[in-house]
């Protein structure tokens, strides 16, 4: 199936100049959303993956079925404020400016095997700081995993030394 076909563009969303890759299409095809589902359990099911984590918003519709199917824990990575627990945070850069980045303090034990989940690889800085918050709670980055890629945007770069997947790339 090509998933790819699934993702819509959406021109100068949400400011101009931006061509906004929509994932909606692909979530209404419940074949669409079972196969990217699928592909992406495949590619981890033997790697004995403890904790699913999974980046606010969109990396949770992914993340919590890639949980399920992998037989692992799930974890979110929210925005600061949202979780109700002690937390851990760490703030990385954007292209214009900050933002930070917060996990619950007891969400992983030292030594977990943890697939690191988002819907999307832009410029690589929430992946990376997501992937600091594991290690920083003594988790070990057994993989990250997209469904899109945008390559121009060079994300990998950020993410140096870790298992990157991506499912679909422009």
Request: charged fraction near 25%.
């Amino acid at each position: 199936m090509d998933l790819a076909s699934f993702i819509r563009d959406i021109p100068d969303f949400p400011v101009e100049g931006i061509l906004f890759k929509d994932i909606t299409p692909l979530l209404q095809n419940p074949q669409a959303f079972r196969e990217a589902i699928d592909q992406l359990a495949a590619r981890y099911k033997d790697r004995a993956i403890d904790q699913v984590v999974a980046i606010e918003s969109r990396g949770f519709i992914f993340g919590a079925p890639l949980a399920y199917k992998l037989g692992a824990g799930f974890i979110p990575v929210r925005k600061p404020g949202k979780l109700p627990a002690e937390t851990i945070s760490v703030e990385y850069t954007l292209e214009y400016g900050t933002n930070t980045l917060e996990m619950h303090k007891d969400a992983l034990k030292p030594g977990d095997r943890v697939l690191l989940v988002d819907d999307l690889l832009a410029t690589g800085g929430s992946a990376r700081a997501a992937a600091k918050l594991i290690e920083q709670l003594g988790g070990k980055v057994e993989g990250i995993a997209f469904l899109i890629e945008l390559e121009f945007l060079h994300g990998r770069s950020k993410l140096e030394g870790y298992d990157v997947f991506s499912l679909i790339t422009f």
